[in-house]
């Protein structure tokens, strides 16, 4: 008996769900086809139902983890306009937290960025540009008038503060992080003020 539509939906969510999750904390050449699979609970067959390959998956993967990530569901936020992007700012430097429900794609892959397989730089730099965009839509709601140059310092700094972090033992990635934390917060907020 063939698969409904929605089972074979539910699958690949699965999939995508567990190679989000590895991709985000390994990188691509680190993380197996088996690793996935297995962290899915599901066989090698059901991988070959939804994807060509471990690029593809890879593709897909970065896609799913950018539109399920914590800056794109801003449109819920409550908050004030500095307390929301401070909170969005703290959770990005909560990387080492091991009940993190959504990692974001660009946290732990900057090896990925120069990678030899093409469609694994172009899957980052997708997952850059949306994460970019996001955010510039965000400071935009928020009255920030240089949104999109704000939102890219933004996300370089996140992105470099969280590569080098993760070489440093503790107390000393604390200590690196809470300063991090603070300076791009702060910046972020000049840039909110100096437009309103």
Partial sequence: MPYTPKHKEQ??????????KLFCSNGFDRVTL??????????????????????SLYEAAMQFATSHGFWARDDKQTESKETHLKALVIRYLSWSKSDKEHPSPL????????????????????????????????????????????????????????????????PLQNDFLKRAQERIVSRLNSGLKVTN
């Fill in 107 to 170: 946290e732990f892959l900057v090896t990925d960025a120069a990678h030899k397989e093409e469609k694994v730089r172009q899957a980052y730099q997708a997952c850059f540009d949306n994460l970019v965009e996001r955010l510039t839509e965000i400071l935009q709601k928020r009255g920030a008038k240089e949104a999109k140059a704000l939102a890219e310092e933004t996300v370089v700094s996140l992105v470099g503060t969280v590569a080098i972090a993760r070489s440093f033992a503790q």
């Fill in 34 to 55: 088996t690793q996935i699979m297995k962290k899915a609970n599901m066989t090698h067959g059901a991988f070959y139902a939804h994807f060509s390959g471990k690029s």
């Fill in 11 to 20: 699958t690949r969510q699965r999939i995508l769900q567990a190679a989000a």
